[in-house]
């Protein structure tokens, strides 16, 4: 016995130091050769532009070098900079020897007007960067979407940045009409990482003239409690959601659309197993979800949120999403709701009125899948969003990182004064009024996911939603009875 332990304990050690070794070179290479030596930061760098809900409103946040004890923006509407004006800035976060991250908000900004800006301090400014205020007359309002940019790799590596980089000026060029980006989450790695975010920050350069939102991941939302902590200090986002969760939910009214930004994360119960949340938080959300929607007469309401709520990919926070956020939608006669989180290009039927896009823009890709409800689906392609919109139609067209075509559709306006009727039908669990393969496929999610309880999925009514609802969905799809 005692001989046999001893050789077992010997035997380990070979192996104990190959994984330490392995252990060691995946954590160097997941802090990239940016962070060789700190991160290298030493003056002011990788400014973004950032809208507010007001339209005259915009945030400007920044990095400096570590010792940096304060910061401004220039900014004027002469390029010269020669009458600029000068906004203090804020220090919204300080990280030992590597940089120190910075906001200033500049307000009252005439709607329309292209202005030019530098940030910095003392002697040490930025190269003098420009954007322009979205104009408040026109109805015509376009703007980019760019789904996941992050990698797959424990090792990600800067070219592969720079390949997304390129993939959002070639978006940019071709779209000089955009006057709004929107980033649908999962932009970096680890999300509580400097290095990860220095990755995704230097090859953002697009973002210091285009005005740039985005939702949080859940690569995003990984801090102690469970919140997107370090992305919600390095951007400063509309603060007009829920209480307690300002910027991590919020909205904004842009030509004639209604936009709204959702973390879908917290349906994870991340953030409420970690404390960052309580029970009552999720009603108090999909309060302000129902009501901010319900407040616009847009001709367009759009919804951002990252994971998807008809998923390709069987996944948790999807099936809450369905549950507890789509009859939301649906009641809200939502149009478009973009998402990301599965790593394929998909869109789906207009399920209930509503149109489900799902992008990814970086180079990690999932497999597609057999799904009942998709229109189309295309798997290994990286790819970005235009969606054009005026009073009378809205398009949105997808492509390719070259800038090719792969997808396009045209929605109508909705008369929302006309409440639809769905011609719903029992075990029509995705709303798409067919029965088949894919609800059960929904039910089979909820029940592994342990989803709250639901009518709908209590195929027998007994109760309880477990395996025998799905057992009876599926033989109703093969054509079977169904009972009981
Ligand atoms: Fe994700």
């Keep these: 016995m005692w001989i046999n332990k001893q050789w077992t304990s010997h035997r380990r050690w070979p192996f104990l130091l190959i ?16 962070a060789q030596g700190g991160l290298g930061v030493n003056g002011p760098c990788y400014p973004l532009v950032l809208p507010a809900t007001a ?15 304060s910061g401004n923006v220039r900014y004027g509407t002469d390029q010269s900079l020669s009458d600029a004006s000068v906004v203090a800035a804020g220090q919204t976060r300080s990280d030992g020897d590597n940089y120190t991250a910075w906001t200033a908000t500049l307000t009252g900004l005439e709607t329309g007007a292209t202005y030019y800006y530098q940030v910095g301090q003392g002697n040490s400014w930025s190269a003098v960067h420009s954007f322009t205020v979205a104009n408040d007359s026109e109805t015509d309002f376009d703007f980019l979407y760019f789904g996941d940019a992050q990698y797959n790799e424990y090792t990600t590596k800067d070219s592969d940045y720079a ?108 953030q409420l197993l970690k404390g960052g949340m309580t029970a009552e938080d999720f009603t108090v959300i999909k309060n302000w979800i129902a009501a901010d929607l319900a407040a616009s007469d847009a001709t367009w309401k759009i919804v951002v949120m990252h994971h998807p709520a008809y998923a390709v990919t069987s996944d948790s926070v999807s099936a809450a999403v369905l549950e507890q956020w789509v009859p ?8 478009l709701v973009l998402c990301g989180h599965q790593h394929v290009y998909m869109r789906t039927k207009a399920l209930h009125g509503v149109t489900y896009v799902m992008g990814v823009s970086g180079a990690k890709y999932y497999a597609p899948a057999e799904v009942n409800f998709d229109e189309v689906q295309i798997g290994y392609v990286s790819n970005y969003q235009l969606i054009s919109t005026n009073s009378g139609s809205l398009t949105m067209t997808a492509y390719n990182s070259q800038g090719t075509e792969i997808d396009r559709v045209t929605l109508a306006p909705k008369d929302r004064t006309v409440i639809p009727v ?23 999610t909820a029940i592994r ?29 093969a054509g079977g009875t169904g009972n009981d």
Excluded at 19 to 34: E, M, P
Excluded at 195 to 222: D, I, K, M, R
Excluded at 328 to 335: I, K, N, R, S, T
Excluded at 429 to 441: G, I, M, P, T
């Design 422 to 444: 769905w011609h719903d039908t029992p075990g029509d669990l995705n709303a798409d009024d067919v029965v088949d393969e894919a609800d059960v496929e929904v039910l089979l």
């Design 163 to 270: 390949a997304w980089g390129q993939l959002v000026n070639t978006a940019v060029a071709a779209n000089p009409q955009a006057e709004l980006a929107v980033l649908g989450g999962d932009m970096v790695q680890q999300g509580q990482q400097a290095a990860s975010w220095q990755l995704f920050l230097s090859n953002a350069t697009a973002f210091a003239g285009l005005p740039v939102l985005t939702v949080p991941g859940n690569h995003e939302s990984n801090a102690v409690n469970g919140k997107p902590a370090m992305y919600l200090d390095l951007f400063t986002l509309p603060d007009n959601g829920p209480a307690g969760f300002e910027e991590e939910f919020y909205s904004i009214d842009r030509g004639d659309c209604h936009i709204q930004f959702l973390s879908s994360n917290i349906l994870s119960n991340e």
């Design 328 to 335: 939301l939608f649906e009641e809200a006669q939502v149009d």
């Design 449 to 477: 996911c342990n989803a709250a309880y639901a009518d709908d999925y209590d195929i027998n009514n007994d109760g309880a939603v477990d395996i025998r609802d799905a057992q009876l969905l599926a033989l109703q799809v």
């Design 55 to 69: 339209k005259d409103t915009m945030s400007i946040v920044w990095w400096d070098a570590p010792e940096i004890e």
């Design 19 to 34: 994984a330490l070794a392995l252990i060691l070179a995946l954590s160097l290479g997941a802090t990239g050769a940016l």
